[in-house]
Each structure stands twice: as C-alpha cells, then as structure tokens.
C-alpha cells in the first residue's frame, strides 16, 4: 500500500488512535499477562536504570523494581490515565516524536506498536526516534505482528485462540470484505479474527465488550495494521548508520528484534 505523509496519518488517526481512545478500558482488562522474553530482556536492567517504553499501554510491562526508573509513553491519553491511575510515570505523545532528550535511555522497549505506522518511512522514522533517546551501549526491543501466524507447524497463540473460541467453520480467512476509508479515499480489507492473515495491509476488528458499552449498542471498531514480513523489521533496523542488530527472532507470532545504539 503506497499513502503519502497526510493519508498515512489521518489512516492512524481514524483507525488506531481513535480506536485506541475508544476501547482502551475494555482493551487493558484484554492485556494483562506479560510476554516472557519481554520479561527477560528487561531483566538485564541495572541498578539505576532509566527504561523506556514507547507505546505502554496500559504498563504491563513496569515491574515494582525501585532500583530502577521507568518511564512509559502512548498516543492514547485514555490508556496513560490508566497508568497514571497505578502510579506510574507515563505521558502522551506520538512515537515518532519522542519528547526525550537524546542519548540518555538504557533499555527500551516498544511492543505492538510499529504495526500501527501505515507506511515504511513512518516505521523507519520510529525506530529511528527509538535509537536516538537510547545511550551508546542501550539497547532496544521492538515486537511487531507477524503475517506468518504458523511457523515449523507450531500455530501462533493468536491462532490457537481462535481454535479454542470459534467454530472451525469460522477459522478461515474472509478474502472479500473491504471497507472504503473515505477520508483518504482507499480501500483496506477487513481481517477475520484468528485467522492466517492474507494481506499486509489491513483493518482488524476490535468487537467493544458490550458491558462498557452503558447506552449504547455494542460496537466493532476496526484498527489499522501492518503485518510483517519475515526480513522486514530486520532491513529497516539495518538502515540506521548507528545502530547494530544484535537478535532478531520469532516469538509467537510475532517478528522480534534487540538492536543496540553503537555510537553517537
């Protein structure tokens, strides 16, 4: 899918932070358990410690470490009050602009937040913003969806959940729905949940727990996504003069990478 500048973002503003402002009580009850390589890599954190992450949710990933300081951003003021609700240290803003002095983070993590980036210069762009508040010797860990669901004959959790939640007739891919994304005048196909996915560029339903729904009815919003490639991630990382792969892995569905900022 090829958007300029103002289409990619407006694409993001209708179908990933409207959404996200929308359905971020339901979507943190949804987002509780911790990935456990995430886990891992923020475990290497040393005593005082300034970890950074950029897209936290609804901060599942602060740890009650008081040697350490960490510190969280998102897009969403709804997801950040939940935070600042827990008392943690997070603030709003967008990825691609990180209100962060340079060369001052330790370990960074940004989880599920790349795939929302509508074009390939955004993603770049973020990343790029990701190793510039990063330390010389600080490294990063960045997680996106993957478009392989099932590799080595393994299914992704995502699909396994699928088997568990819906009947088998429903676990095949719908390969004609589309919707027409007015505003920017392009049309993206809509993802059926817990199905391999077909497309690259996509709209994932997202149905509202209908108790959060008090007066009205129950509602699906649809969010943006780019599914990767297995290399991609990996190429774009690559382009940063100053930063080295150091893991690049498949973890459940997911492309996976630790890149490390070398130099100033």
């Given at each position: ?75 969403s003021t709804q997801l950040a009050q939940i935070c ?39 993603r770049l762009k973020a990343l790029k913003e990701i ?134």
């Amino acid at each position: 899918m090829s958007l300029n500048e103002n289409n990619a973002s407006e694409l993001e503003l209708q179908h990933v932070h409207d959404v996200y402002e929308n359905i971020a009580s339901h979507f943190s009850e949804t987002r509780q358990k911790p990935w456990p390589n995430v886990v891992k890599f923020l475990s290497k954190s040393k005593p005082g410690a300034i970890v950074l992450d950029v897209g936290c949710g609804n901060a599942k990933y602060f740890t009650n470490t008081s040697d350490i300081f960490q510190l969280g951003c998102d897009r969403s003021t709804q997801l950040a009050q939940i935070c600042k609700n827990l008392n943690h240290q997070v603030f709003n803003c967008d990825c691609l602009q990180l209100p962060i002095r340079s060369n001052c983070i330790d370990l960074c993590i940004s989880i599920a937040v790349l795939h929302h980036l509508a074009t390939s210069d955004r993603r770049l762009k973020a990343l790029k913003e990701i190793n510039r508040v990063l330390a010389v010797g600080g490294q990063a860990l960045v997680y996106v969806w993957a478009k392989e669901q099932c590799r080595n004959q393994n299914l992704s959790t995502y699909l396994k959940q699928g088997k568990v939640n819906k009947p088998k007739a429903e676990s095949t891919p719908e390969l004609n729905k589309e919707f027409h994304v007015e505003s920017i005048d392009v049309n993206l196909p809509i993802h059926t949940n817990r199905s391999n996915f077909v497309h690259n560029d996509l709209l994932v339903p997202w149905k509202l727990n209908q108790k959060k729904e008090q007066q009205n009815e129950s509602k699906t919003h649809l969010r943006y996504y780019h599914v990767f490639e297995e290399s991609e991630l990996k190429l774009l990382c690559e382009q940063i003069y100053n930063c080295k792969v150091i893991d690049y892995y498949y973890d459940q569905g997911n492309w996976c990478v630790i890149f490390e900022k070398i130099t100033i």
